[in-house]
């Protein structure tokens, strides 16, 4: 790296957990308000996505080798929002946000094989510390068991893991960042428009949404897929200039950026407020929490 790519690759690895922490609000939010069923849901997103999917190739060159492999790791990433989604629909938004912290364990094993990155004795403390910071927030939502709750972020985190990878993969290969973002996004995309025609169920589901909501709806929905075009463009390109595991550990700043927003919107539009408890019992359980796993995350970074 050279001495000015610190300081930039910081800024990108903290711009994206903020986009993506303000997209897991409005998943959240239609989750709760609009459609329980994502499959549905991500129609809508889908198709409104590929406007801009069709038009940035008239201006940009997006040819890539590793199309194909980032469409199959995409593919296995849609598979694991569709489970995020399910997630989202029966624990607090922020506390869902703590299986990002076991998919920094994950990609730190995927840096060290892959990539030569290192792991040491500190990352390992590091990574205990994380996964207890995990169980803490778990055990205390006593209404979900700890070892689901356990399973369901792992499960989050495996399915997400292969979509980084090859992102890196990619770029060490000399893809353009812009490149490896379209067709990140491509292959997260494609899906969405197709799967929910297999069933009569989610046909009817997509008329019954569209009856049911109005422009509002429409504008939230585009609002979300800008906000989620730039989380993956500023990680894609913190990806480039910094360490997976590095940037992976920034990135779990994002639960505080979840709270904050999901604080916004229920104090000034709470028609529209996310699944979030925020009381001062659970804001300061999760707090404590969050604190853990950043230790935990320190380690990860300093190792």
Known sequence: ??????????????????????????????????????????????????????????????????????????????????FYFYVLGRIDVS????????????????????????WSLLQTIGASLILSGVFFLSYWHRHVSVLRTMCLFFAVGIFFLPMILVQKAA???????????????????????????????????????????????????????????????CSVYAFELGYISL???VGNVQPFFVMFFAWLVVRFTPTYAPRELLTAQSVSVKLTSFAIVFLGLALLAAS
């Open 1 to 82: 790296m050279s001495a000015r790519l610190p300081a930039m690759w910081l800024v990108f690895a903290l711009a994206a957990p903020a986009f993506f922490g303000a997209t897991n609000v409005f998943g959240s939010l239609f989750m709760n308000r609009y459609e329980r069923h994502p499959i549905v849901y991500l129609f809508y997103e889908g198709i409104l996505m590929w406007i801009p999917l069709l038009l940035l190739p008239l201006f940009v060159d997006v040819r890539s080798s590793w199309m194909g492999m980032m469409l199959l790791a995409t593919f296995v990433a849609y598979i694991g929002e569709l």
């Open 171 to 233: 770029l060490e290969q000399g893809a353009g960042v812009l490149s490896v973002t379209y067709w990140s996004i491509a292959g997260r995309n494609i899906p969405n428009v197709i799967v929910p025609l297999f069933r009569a169920e989610w046909r009817e589901g997509v008329l019954s949404l569209y009856r049911r909501t109005g422009v509002d709806f429409l504008l939230l929905v585009s609002s979300s897929i800008l906000v989620w075009f730039l989380g993956v463009y």
């Open 95 to 118: 506390v869902v946000n703590a299986c990002w912290a076991v998919l920094t364990i994950l990609v730190s094993i995927g840096g060290y094989l892959l990539f030569a990155e290192r």
């Open 247 to 249: 940037v992976q550990t």
